[in-house]
């Protein structure tokens, strides 16, 4: 039970020795730790397996070596992952069957098993985490824990300074000071749209009603995306940390973590971490001695895309059909049970702490102009290092795909990269210098989105690739607005005949219209974006339109009713 | 199809009764409710949806609207081993489309069937968040990454055998399988 900040501190103290362990990197030590990854990737490569097999090892050779499994690295290529410390040594790909030799060799003897270490064609071996290309780009902030602590164990998240930020906006803010603070680091909404936080935080602190509410998005629908699942899996006390300042900065006393169910491991460790907060007096009565009370339960999505849009997701955490409806009034006044309501995306609220620890002017000096801080992405599709990534907002597209991502497999080429998801549109590779930040995507007609990158080669056929995401939002659509119901079905129908070799040049004048329609009419986010994928595509990808209509042709050979 | 024993069947209604008394009245309650059927019956079908209606006091045509909306709820019992194919952006780059039709030849029936037998059921899913492995499948809870057509014969050939061998062990007496809860596919 934690009453105060010097108990939150005698728990950092105590854990010290360890976790500075952890930070140590670069210099071969005698082992004493093995960090193993256990986020998706490498749990479903064999990580727990890996696991059993050096716990057996160490067992039996009865060393004092202790074994740990943290959240995600990102870098799921080459999972199973695992990371020796002192010193920070990465091994990648690891079987059950390494583990004897490994134990013996490194951990008994302080000699590193070359054949694990990563290693680039044509080069020498890699020995620490920090060297490896994959890694050496990247700026991991809201990541930092992910990879570095047990997610299931709080007193790893509090000897990290976590709920210090907590601690400190208890005793010397007040809720508008919080808000200030957020308000001034420049923080925009992760999700997708990129509203200022502190705005939206200061709108519902100043609506008149009660109770108030605090949402967390965790219903990362976005197909290609999943930096929300990693940042749950691998740290979810920082998110429930930034729930409960969220929650005093506007008077809330009570908060929902609206989770995917089709994340099994991100809603187990979500309630191993609230059922943790709550032992430890950090969730509920009188949080460390200073009367703020504030308490968190999950609701469970149960699977529909237009859920993450945030009038449907509270329609859906109320136990209904989730089907948004028109905004005024903005969940800010009239959001849950119809109460002032702030939702905030799970990256978002995990930003949070770190602002109120390490200042706003810390957090404002990274990323853009106007848009701050670090962003989260998953790279996927045609790349080689497929996995997780943080960078500074502002990092060049090029930078992503090429010098973390490794660029696209052997004897391709790059043809486009695809952002925000359905919503989103494709970046075709000639503009990959383009700095990724909210304003210079959106003139490229797409957006940033939640974090998903997919990278197409010249094996993948754009408008193929457009029929996918359009027939996706159709799917979803929840059919109450006429626009987004049948202006979508429409679209992929169009789209059907250009992949089928029916189409004619007309054709693309209609889809381009509809498209214009569609998001100038629809009801909600869902409908107002789906046609940015047809508008990019035909903007930058015309030829290859033109190429199926005129020739009957696909350059890209997917089409199957145009390949005999 | 059905063949629980009625003990189990009444057992999981008392269940169900206890969490509706738990939830009702509760805003929210009617998802966190459905999600509990599913669980106990493996699917909601339409006598399950009949019986939760009745006990909160709602039209059956407003459990349905809400059943039939979410994707992870089911009407229709699932297979023993439910098999599930990755739909997401980074799965359908990666030919997700050919491990589906694969699958459909495999097993013989269409994506949302069950096989006759009720050992094999089709579905597609969203996106599984397993981008990096892709193209991706799932066997029941498991997730099976980097699937390829060698690779889908196999995890089918594996499961069949798993149901001979228990299927010779059954005892002669007994009768069907117990089927409480859903088998886990075979280790490799």
Known sequence: MYRSAADLNATKERLRPVLEERLQEGQLAMPTQVLVCTGVGCLSAGSQEVMAALKREIKSRGLNVTVTHTGCYGYCKMGPLLLVYPGGVFYRQVSPGDAPRLVQQHLAGGEPVENLLYREPGREPVLFVGDVPFFRKQMRVVLANAGLINPEDIEEYIARDGYAALSRVLAEYSPEEVIDVVTRSGLRGRGGAGFSTGKKWAFTREAKAHPKYIVCNADEGDPGAFMDRAILEGDPHGVLEGMLIAGYAVGASEGWVYVRAEYPLAVRRLEIAVRQARHAGLLGKNILGSGFSFDIDLCLGAGAFVCGEETALLRSAMGERGEPRPRPPYPAEAGLWGKPTVINNVETLANIPLILRRGWEWFAAIGTERSKGTKIFSIAGQINNTGLIEVPMGTSLRTIVYDIGGGVPAGRNLKAVQTGGPSGGCVPAELLDVPVDYESLAELGTIMGSGGLIVLDESNCMVDITRFYLDFAGEESCGQCTPCRVGVQRMVEILDRITGGRAREEDLRELEDLAHDVKETSLCGLGQTAPNVVLSTLRYFRPEYLAHIRERRCPAGVCKQLLC | ?188
């Open chain 2, 1 to 188: 199809m059905d063949r629980r024993q009625p003990s189990v069947q009444q057992r999981n209604y008392l269940i169900l009764d206890k969490f509706v008394e738990r939830y009702r009245g509760r805003p929210g309650g009617l998802v966190r409710i459905l999600f509990k059927a599913q669980e106990l019956f493996g699917h909601l079908s339409p006598e399950v949806q009949a019986y939760v209606a009745e006990k909160m006091d709602l039209p059956v045509s407003h459990i349905y609207g809400v059943a039939t909306f979410y994707s992870h709820f089911i009407t229709r019992p699932p297979g023993k081993y439910s098999i599930g194919v990755c739909t997401g952006t980074a799965c359908y780059v990666k030919n997700a489309q050919t491990v589906l039709e694969r699958l459909q030849t495999l097993l013989g029936i269409k994506k949302g069937d069950t096989t006759p037998d009720g050992t094999f059921s089709l579905r597609t899913t969203r996106c599984l968040g397993a981008c990096s492995l892709s193209p991706v499948i799932t066997v029941n809870d498991d997730l099976v990454g980097e699937v390829t057509p060698d690779k889908l014969a196999d995890i089918i050939r594996r499961c069949r055998e798993v149901e001979t061998k228990e299927e010779k062990e059954r005892v002669p007496e007994r009768r069907g399988p117990q089927r409480d809860e859903r088998a886990a596919p075979p280790g490799p």
